[in-house]
């Protein structure tokens, strides 16, 4: 026996002859997909395609940090004490 290859599924709601009068009425229309087929994968398939796709420098490469002197630390310090006086 083969797994149910043979068996036909009869349908078992009341109205399903009922309906058969429509038969001749249904049309099959035309799918109302929203995605384009033309369009490649999002996901790269290979690692090759996924260097391929990012020409530019990637967004989590490191960013040069300017360096601060201790010169510089001491007048941001009293510019800000500077303004507490003046404010206050």
């Known amino acids: 026996m083969r797994s ?3 068996d036909m599924y009869v349908p078992s709601l009341w ?3 009922r309906m058969r009068f429509l038969e001749d009425q249904i049309e099959a229309r035309e799918s ?3 995605l ?3 369009l490649k994968s999002s996901l790269p398939s ?3 395609e996924a260097s391929e796709d990012q020409p530019e420098p990637s967004i989590l490469e490191e960013v ?3 360096s601060w002197s ?3 630390l001491s ?3 009293a510019l800000e004490c500077g303004r507490q006086e003046v404010a206050g």
């Open 64 to 66: 040069e940090e300017p």
């Open 75 to 77: 007048q941001d310090e």
């Open 36 to 38: 384009l087929a033309p």
């Open 32 to 34: 109302l997909s929203t």
């Open 4 to 6: 149910g290859a043979d």
């Open 15 to 17: 109205y399903y002859n």
């Open 70 to 72: 201790q010169e510089d």
């Open 46 to 48: 290979t690692p090759a």
